[in-house]
C-alpha cells in the first residue's frame, strides 16, 4: 500500500535534462546553444545543468568559484537569451560549504587580516577547535581524540590550509575539499645580504629550495645542508613567493554569508535558474563533537533556511545526498519535501545487465513510488558513478541492508576497474583508507564499450521515475581519457569522464547508430504525453523489465530482455492517432577506436 502523499511546496518540472560544461560541447557555451538548435536535437531537452565553469573559478572544474559572475571566455548574455527562446530551464550549482582563496571575500581577509570585514565569514581551524583540542607542532589545533573519530573526512590528513596574514602570522583554515599550494622560484640575489652567505652559497641555497620547490616536498621541513641558522629568514622569503589555490569553507554561523547566499540565489533566477543544487551541503554545518557531515538538527535548520530563501525567487532548491542507502539519508531528505539525486540507478543498472536480473532495480523502483520520492536520475555524471551509495548502514545501532550486498557491490567495482576505470576513496583522521567512494568511468567505458548495453540503460533510464539527466559524454558514447586522468593533478580520477568534445568531432559522432538511437529515445521521452502519467512495473521472469506510462489516451512501453539487451520501445496516442516503435536489433558492439555500429534500429 502506498503511503499517504506528503505536502511539497515545489514541483520538478518534467522533461529531459541535459548536464555538461559550458565548453564539453564544442568549446563555448555558444557551440551548445547551436546543437541544440540541429535538427537530430531539436526538441529532445527542455532542461539543461549547466556545471559551473559557466561562473568564474579556479579549481576542481568551477567547483572553487572566485565569483557567480559569467566567465565572459565561455559564456555570454546570448547564449542566454538564445536558450530561454528555446524553452531551455537551466539547473545550476549554489556552491554552499566552500569559496576559491581568489574570491574577493578571502582577498579582502588576506589583505587587511584582522581588520577585514570577512574576518569570520571563513573558518578559522583554531578559532573553530578553540577548548575542543590541544595546540600541534604544526601550528594548528588538533581536535581531542573523542572529536577527532567522529569527523567525516574527504582527504587523508586534517582539513586545514596555512595562509598567511598581514602581520606575518601563519593561520589554519578549514579546508574540507580540495587546495594548492604553490612557490615562485628564488633567485640567488634575493639570498645575498643573509649572514654569512656568499655568492656561491646563494646559488647552492637557491638551487636546493627551488628543486625542493619543484618536487613539492614539505618546506617546513627543507634541508639547507648547513645553514639552518638562516631557515626563519627563508621562509619568511617564501612566503613572499606563494600563492593557493583552494576551496575555503564558510562560515555559516556568519549572517554575511546568509546575504552572500541570498544575493548569489537571486543572480542564478536571473541568469534562468529554476532548480538549484546545494552543492556539498552537509559539510556546511560544523559543530565540535559531530561528524561534521549531516550534522543533525543543524543541517535540517540549514536546508530550511535555503529553501525559504530560493522560494521567494521560484526555485527549487535540490540537496545532493551522498550516502549509504541503509542509512535511509535519501528518505529523510524526501520527507522533507526536497528532491534527491538518484545516486543509485547507476550501480544497479550495470549491476542488472552485467548479471540479467531485474531484482534489485524493481525493488528500488518500488521504493521511488511507495515513498514517492521526487528524483533526478542519471547513468554518467561530472563526478563518477557511486557505489558507496549502494551499501548498507547502521541507524541507531540496527544495520539496514543496501540495495547491493556487499559482495554484489565488490563485483560492479572490479568489473569497472577491469575495463578501465579508476578509485577514489574515503580516509579515516589517521589517513588510512577506510571506504572507496565513488569509481570514475564514463558509462559506457564502465558497461565493457558494448552500444547494446548502452542503450537499453538509456531506455531503462528514461522509464524510471523523475527527471532523466543525460552526461553529454554518455550521449556520445565516450570512452575513458585516461590521458587526462593521469595528467589532472589531485582531481585527476575524475578528468577521464570529462572530455570536451569539439565541433568537428560532435559532427562525426552524430552519424553513429548509438547516438541517433539515444537521441531518438530521448526525444519520446521529452515529448511523449504519456510520462505526465503513472508509471506501472509488470510482472515478469527475473531477467526481463516490463515497464509502461499512461496519462489519458497516451501510452508508452518499454519490454526489454536483461539478457540479451534486446528491447521494444513503442508509444501510441490515441489523440494523435499513431504508434511510434523502436526496436533494437541483436548484433556485437562496436570495437574499432571511432567508429559505431552496433546498435541501430528504426527511429521512433
Not at 68 to 97: A, C, H, S
Not at 288 to 300: D, H, L, R, V
Not at 453 to 459: D, G, I, Q, V, Y
Request: aromatic content about 10%; proline content about 5%; hydrophobic content about 40%.
Amino acid at each position: 500500500m502506498q503511503s499517504e502523499p506528503r505536502t511539497i511546496e515545489q514541483r520538478l518540472p518534467r522533461g529531459v535534462m541535459l548536464n555538461a560544461y559550458p565548453d564539453s560541447l564544442g568549446g563555448k557555451l555558444s557551440d551548445l546553444v547551436a546543437l541544440l538548435k540541429r535538427p537530430e536535437v531539436e526538441g529532445a531537452f527542455s532542461l539543461l545543468y549547466i556545471l559551473p565553469t559557466f561562473f568564474n573559478s579556479d579549481l576542481d572544474r568551477g567547483f572553487s568559484i572566485i565569483d557567480y559572475g559569467l566567465n565572459q571566455e565561455l559564456v555570454g548574455p546570448q547564449d542566454l537569451d538564445e536558450l530561454d527562446r528555446l524553452d531551455i530551464t537551466f539547473k545550476f550549482d549554489l556552491i554552499l560549504n566552500h569559496l576559491s582563496v581568489a574570491s574577493p571575500q578571502f582577498r579582502d581577509l588576506l589583505e587587511r587580516g584582522d581588520e577585514s570585514e570577512y574576518k569570520d565569514f571563513f573558518l578559522d581551524w583554531n578559532a573553530f577547535w578553540g577548548c575542543h583540542g590541544a595546540p600541534g607542532e604544526g601550528g594548528y589545533v588538533v581536535p581531542h581524540d573523542e572529536h577527532l573519530q567522529k569527523l567525516f573526512l574527504r582527504k587523508p590528513g586534517l582539513p586545514i590550509l596555512k595562509v598567511g596574514f598581514p602581520d606575518g602570522s601563519e593561520r589554519p583554515y578549514w579546508n574540507t575539499f580540495y587546495q594548492q599550494i604553490r612557490y615562485r622560484p628564488v633567485s640567488a640575489d634575493a639570498l645575498h645580504g643573509l649572514s654569512g652567505v656568499t655568492p656561491e652559497s646563494a646559488e647552492q641555497i637557491a638551487a636546493r629550495i627551488n628543486a625542493a620547490i619543484e618536487t613539492g616536498p614539505d618546506l617546513e621541513h627543507l634541508y639547507l645542508d648547513g645553514h639552518d641558522y638562516l631557515r626563519d629568514e627563508i621562509h619568511a622569503l617564501l612566503r613572499g613567493h606563494r600563492s593557493y589555490l583552494g576551496q575555503m569553507d564558510l562560515n555559516a554561523r556568519s549572517e554575511k554569508v546568509w546575504e552572500f547566499y541570498d544575493e548569489t540565489l537571486a543572480r542564478l533566477r536571473d541568469y534562468g535558474a529554476r532548480i538549484i543544487r546545494l552543492d556539498a551541503f552537509a559539510y556546511l554545518h560544523k559543530e565540535p563533537g559531530q561528524a561534521n557531515f549531516f550534522n543533525k538538527p543543524g543541517t535540517w535548520d540549514y536546508l530550511r533556511r535555503l529553501r525559504e530563501m530560493a522560494s521567494a525567487y521560484e526555485l527549487i532548491v535540490f540537496p545532493e545526498v551522498h550516502a549509504e542507502y541503509g542509512k535511509g539519508l535519501h528518505r529523510e531528505v524526501a520527507r522533507e519535501g526536497y528532491p534527491i539525486y538518484d545516486f543509485f540507478l547507476p550501480g544497479l543498472l550495470i549491476h542488472a545487465l552485467d548479471r540479467g536480473t531485474n531484482v534489485h532495480l524493481l525493488r528500488w523502483i518500488d521504493e521511488i513510488q511507495t515513498e514517492r520520492l521526487q528524483t533526478i536520475n542519471m547513468l554518467g555524471c561530472h563526478d563518477g558513478i557511486p557505489v558507496l551509495d549502494l551499501r548498507g548502514g547502521e541507524v541507531d545501532g540496527v544495520y539496514r541492508p543496501g540495495l547491493l550486498d556487499d559482495a554484489e557491490i565488490d563485483a560492479v567495482v572490479d568489473r569497472i576497474l577491469a575495463r578501465g576505470g579508476r578509485i577514489k576513496n574515503l580516509y579515516g583522521p589517521d589517513g588510512r583508507k577506510i571506504a572507496y567512494y565513488q569509481v570514475n568511468a564514463t558509462f559506457y567505458s564502465a558497461l565493457g564499450e558494448d552500444d547494446r548495453k548502452l542503450l537499453l540503460a538509456r531506455a531503462i533510464q528514461l522509464f524510471m521515475p523523475g527527471i532523466p539527466q543525460v552526461w553529454y559524454l554518455d550521449l556520445f558514447a565516450g570512452r575513458n581519457d585516461h590521458v587526462a586522468a593521469d595528467n589532472g593533478g589531485a582531481a585527476g580520477h575524475k578528468e577521464i569522464n570529462r572530455t570536451n568534445l569539439d565541433n568537428d568531432e560532435i559532427e562525426r559522432r552524430l552519424a553513429w547508430p548509438v547516438v541517433q538511437d539515444q537521441l531518438a529515445l530521448i526525444l519520446m521521452r521529452n515529448t511523449s504525453p504519456a510520462f505526465a502519467g503513472k508509471l506501472t512495473v509488470h510482472s515478469s521472469a527475473v531477467g526481463r523489465l516490463h515497464l509502461s506510462w499512461r496519462c489519458n489516451g497516451c501510452i508508452a512501453s518499454l519490454h526489454a530482455d536483461l539478457k540479451t539487451f534486446e528491447f521494444t520501445v513503442s508509444e501510441h496516442d490515441t489523440a494523435r492517432g499513431d504508434t511510434r516503435i523502436f526496436r533494437s536489433r541483436d548484433e556485437s558492439p562496436h570495437s574499432r577506436v571511432g567508429s559505431s555500429r552496433a546498435a541501430g534500429s528504426a527511429r521512433l
